[in-house]
Each structure stands twice: as C-alpha cells, then as structure tokens.
Antibody, heavy 119, light 110 residues
Framework: QVQLQESGPGLVKPSDTLSLTCAVS?????????WGWIRQPPGKGLEWIGY???????YYNPSLKSRVTMSVDTSKNQFSLKLSSVTAVDTAVYYC????????????WGQGTLVTVSS | SYVLTQPPSVSVAPGQTARITCGGN??????VHWYQQKPGQAPVLVVY???DRPSGIPERFSGSNSGNTATLTISRVEAGDEADYYC?????????????FGGGTKLTVL
C-alpha cells in the first residue's frame, strides 16, 4: 500500500526557508511517477506548488517558481521541498502527493503538515 | 493562466442527486479530476479523467465533461458525502504548464 508522510518544522520565521520532506513507503519513488507538493491555507482552497520526477526533472507553479526548490533522494525513497523568503501568506497545510502514472491526477496523498510562518 | 470556477456551495437532501459544476474555457478538451476533502483530512480522488472512478469509490460518484463545463454527480446522497469538492486540470496550453484547482464547493447534506 502506497503511503506518503510529510515531515518538517511546524513553525518558520518570516524571511526564512521552509523545508519539508515526504517519505514514501510501499512504492518505489523511482517508478514512472511524478511526485508533487500542494498546499492549503487555513480555510482556503488547494494550491499546487510543483512536481518532481525521480530523475530530478521539475515543474513549478509559475507564481512560486522563484522561491521553490524540489529535490529527490532515491536512496531514501523520499523527496523534498524548500520554499525561500516565506511570509505569513505561506502559512498552510502542506501535502505531498503522487501523480497517477500516465495521468495528471493525484492518486495518493500524505496526511498533510501545518506550517505556520510567524516570528 | 487557466481558471476553474466552482459554486461555493451546493445543498441537497439525503437520497437526492447532487451536481457540482466546474467551469473553464473549453474545459471539455482537458482531463478533469475531482477530489473530496472532509474536515481535517487530506483530499481523496473520487473521479479522474472526467468520468473514471478509482477502486473503492462508490458508483454513486460519476463525472462528465463537455464544452465549458465539467460536472461531478453524486447520486443517492448520504450524510457521509458532506465535504468540500475540488476539480483539477493540467493546463499545458501555455509556456508554463500548470496544475489548476477550482476554488472548491462545499456540499451540505440537509
């Protein structure tokens, strides 16, 4: 059974870099899937942050591209997100998810982790 | 950038049919996916590629897509269907491919 689990600090100071990791179990991250990050500010809708492939290829949301870096560690079967220069508007629940093979949907999601940006 | 428009809320009595729309320019040419999100939980894929259901999703959930509107239909609505529903597409029409979500629709079961 495919499982994804986000981890990282729950509190980040303004102007710092938010760093999260998504550990994948029950499935090889090196299979032909893209892996993504999506966030959801409290009480609001979903916003896609970006995708990464096991080879390191990426697609980022154009509105966040200048601040986002994603990476993958196939030896640990996990992938990561860094979002720089954060402000209060970056406060959200951050989800990692698997993109369905051959499709553009997200078929497996992590439980999500709340990251609060505050001094 | 591509925009998906959903009604903020839809209400339906138990046993009736709920229809949640997702509007977008020529959305019929794209594959539309639908997610259900209950409070405090991660989204769950309920319909993908316009009208396919993942394993484990009841047949009561169905989808259609044509012209400028995609629709998620929930038949014989149950109290447990009360949730937020989001549509999603992959927009590859520009130089910057983008995953786009609709703003979400809160389904209330009366």
């Amino acid at each position: 059974q495919v499982q994804l689990q986000e981890s990282g600090p729950g509190l980040v100071k303004p102007s710092d870099t938010l760093s999260l990791t998504c550990a994948v179990s029950g499935y090889s991250i090196s299979s032909s899937n893209w892996w993504g990050w999506i966030r959801q500010p409290p009480g609001k809708g979903l916003e896609w942050i970006g995708y990464i492939y096991y080879s390191g290829s990426t697609y980022y949301n154009p509105s966040l591209k200048s601040r986002v870096t994603m990476s993958v560690d196939t030896s640990k079967n996990q992938f990561s997100l860094k979002l720089s220069s954060v402000t209060a508007v970056d406060t959200a629940v951050y989800y990692c998810a698997r993109r369905g093979k051959g499709g553009s949907n997200f078929d497996y999601w992590g439980q999500g982790t709340l990251v609060t940006v505050s001094s | 950038s591509y925009v998906l428009t959903q009604p903020p809320s839809v209400s339906v009595a138990p046993g009736q049919t709920a229809r949640i729309t997702c509007g977008g320019n020529n959305i019929g040419s794209k594959s539309v996916h639908w997610y259900q999100q209950k409070p405090g939980q991660a989204p769950v894929l309920v319909v993908y590629d316009d009208s396919d259901r993942p394993s484990g999703i009841p047949e009561r959930f169905s989808g259609s897509n044509s012209g400028n509107t995609a629709t998620l239909t929930i038949s014989r609505v149950e109290a447990g269907d009360e949730a937020d529903y989001y549509c999603q597409v992959w927009d590859s029409s520009s130089d910057h491919p983008d995953v786009v979500f609709g703003g979400g629709t809160k389904l209330t079961v009366l």
